[in-house]
């Protein structure tokens, strides 16, 4: 598939950014981008509306739950309003930055957040039942659902489209250039991040199939993959991307200076990232493993009295 193929998903000549003109300030270079901001700003009014109808909870839901929630859904919509955007069509590394945000901040925080139960219960009735209800409650969407959550598929999805994205001749560039196809290609790596954080992250009342060594596991395989296409792009010794070769610079950088440095922003805070989940991770399966070691002593204990009286 080349670019002139995926600029065909929308009409031809229409930039995918609004970018910055010749003597325009790069940092006043904010977007009213409707459809980021408008399902943004419902989710958001959901979540706190479904807090406030349910007094009686039938589980925890703390108040860093609700902070992660909205961090999040602040840092995605952030990510592409804010002059960040606008200079992804000047900078390579600044797309990078975009979408390191997304993939790696953005959705995991909304994850955290346990978002399913106050969302649906912020919804008008007749949005949940007649239309999120009787689309999920079809049989052929909740087995299309396990099926993409399996923790395998999951991971050759997530990771299949980073690749394909910077790696596929023209991918890229049809991005840049059509708006169409760079608002698919921020949904394909939101919803690829979004599988792979589900198997990570427990966002109640659903849960990951996989313990917690599994889950460390699998993030492991995940950085792996991120580090290597990282490593394809900033060792790369000439630019990858044509669509940059023309962009007029913002900053004091080469076109290929901007993909190395794109690669990085792609490799280093991306491994930091992962290494830092599967740390907690092991903390998490620390504590519960010596809790579960408590519990099983005081019950032995607790028979030992019994027997001995």
Not at 146 to 158: D, E, G, K, M, N
Request: aromatic share 12%; charged share 15%; proline share 6%.
């Amino acid at each position: 598939m080349n670019a002139d193929l995926i600029g065909g998903l929308t009409s031809a000549g229409v930039a995918a950014h609004d970018a910055i003109g010749e003597g325009e300030s790069e940092w006043l270079a904010w977007s009213l981008d409707l459809p980021v901001l408008i399902p943004g700003i419902l989710l958001g009014v959901f979540y706190a509306r479904g807090l406030r109808r349910w007094p009686v909870r039938s589980r925890r839901h703390p108040w860093w739950m609700v902070a992660c929630f909205y961090s999040g859904l602040l840092v995605g919509v952030l990510s592409v309003v804010s002059p960040i955007d606008s200079l992804g069509s000047h900078h390579f590394f600044m797309h990078m930055i975009q979408h390191e945000l997304i993939m790696l901040v953005a959705v995991p925080l909304i994850l955290l957040g346990a978002p399913v139960t106050p969302v649906l219960r912020g919804m008008p009735r007749w949005l949940r039942v007649d239309f999120v209800g009787s689309f999920v409650g079809e049989p052929s969407v909740r087995l299309l659902w396990r099926w993409l959550t399996q923790p395998l598929v999951a991971l050759v999805i997530s990771q299949g489209v980073v690749v394909a994205w910077h790696l596929f001749p023209g991918w890229y560039e049809g991005a840049v250039r059509h708006e169409g196809v760079h608002y698919l290609q921020h949904f394909s790596f939101a919803f690829g991040a979004l599988l792979f954080w589900w198997n990570v992250i427990d966002p109640a009342p659903l849960h990951s199939p996989m313990g917690y060594l599994l889950r460390m596991a699998y993030v492991l395989a995940g950085t792996t993959a991120q580090a290597a296409i990282a490593a394809m792009i900033t060792l790369a010794d000439e630019p990858l991307y044509e669509v940059y070769l023309t962009a007029r610079p913002i900053f004091d950088l080469s076109p290929l200076s901007d993909q190395e440095l794109g690669g990085l922003v792609m490799w280093v805070p991306g491994q930091m990232i992962h290494l830092g989940v599967m740390g907690a991770l092991f903390a998490v399966w620390a504590t519960k493993s010596e809790q579960q070691q408590r519990e099983v002593e005081e019950a032995q204990e607790g028979g030992s009295q019994t027997v001995a009286l």
